[in-house]
C-alpha cells in the first residue's frame, strides 16, 4: 500500500513539474518576444536619427512613409501604461536597459527550466520502474 502511495505521490509531483516547465516556457516565448521588439524598437530610433523620412508601421501588414519634425524627443513607456518624454538619447539607454533586465530575466527562465527538466528526468524513469514493479495503474 506504501509503493501505491509513494507511486501516487511521484505521479502528482511529475505532473506539477510537468505544468511549471509549461508554464516556464510560455514566459520565456513572452519575453524572448518582447526583447525582440524592443531590439526593433531601438533599431527604428536609430533610423529616425539617421533620417528625416522613415516608414511607419500603422498596422497589421500596412506601412507608410513619414517625416519626424521632432527628432529631439521622443515618448518612451515607463511601466503601467505611463508615458513619459525623454531625449531620444535618453529613451534609447531607458530602452537597452529594460532589454538587460529581460535578458537577465530569461537567462533565470532557462536556468529554471533546465532544472525541472533535470527533475523531471529523474523521476521519469523512477516512476517507470514503480510501475513496472507494482502491476498497478498509477491513476488508481
Avoid: H
Wanted: overall charge negative; charged content about 30%.
Amino acid at each position: 500500500m506504501a509503493d501505491k502511495k509513494e507511486m501516487q505521490e511521484k505521479f502528482m509531483l511529475y505532473r506539477i513539474l510537468e505544468s511549471k516547465l509549461d508554464a516556464l516556457a510560455k514566459q520565456r516565448d513572452l519575453v524572448s518576444n518582447k526583447i525582440i521588439e524592443i531590439l526593433s524598437t531601438i533599431s527604428s530610433i536609430e533610423e529616425i536619427e539617421n533620417n528625416q523620412d522613415v516608414l511607419f508601421k500603422l498596422g497589421a501588414e500596412a506601412y507608410t512613409f513619414g517625416t519626424v519634425t521632432d527628432k529631439d524627443k521622443i515618448l518612451v513607456e515607463i511601466g503601467a501604461g505611463i508615458v513619459v518624454e525623454k531625449p531620444i538619447g535618453e529613451g534609447k539607454e531607458s530602452l537597452k536597459k529594460r532589454k538587460n533586465e529581460l535578458e537577465n530575466t530569461l537567462k533565470e527562465i532557462q536556468i529554471n527550466i533546465s532544472e525541472i527538466s533535470n527533475a523531471m528526468g529523474q523521476l521519469g524513469p523512477e516512476l517507470n520502474e514503480m510501475y513496472k514493479n507494482s502491476g498497478q495503474d498509477i491513476a488508481e
